[in-house]
């Protein structure tokens, strides 16, 4: 004995008699063509890799900003750098002062 498929119902089924056009459901901001639509115009655009390319600042060599750091005094570091220079620093100046004081006792 074959089985019978259950048959759709027509009890169910909600008949308009008029869909509304789509222009009118753009224009209701509730609606789901409207969300998404707004979705869309907000959604981020990616850009290509060429873009970005062509937008991109050149970078400069390392011995051009060498160069350029040496005419202006210094790069620019970080505290790291600054400490680095200060222990530099004492440690010249330390120097000088021993060779001072030789100086001064081997001339007498």
Known sequence: MTRLKKQKRMANKIVLDKTP???????DPDSYESRKQRAQKQKKKHVSVDQKR???KP?????ERDTEAGRRGERKGGRLA????????????????DN???QTSGSE
């Open 100 to 102: 001072s004081s030789e």
């Open 21 to 27: 056009r789509k222009q009118e459901r753009l224009a």
């Open 54 to 56: 062509i937008n991109a």
């Open 82 to 97: 600054d400490k680095i220079r200060q222990y530099n620093a004492n440690k010249e100046s330390a120097k000088k002062a």
């Open 59 to 63: 970078t400069k060599s390392a011995i």
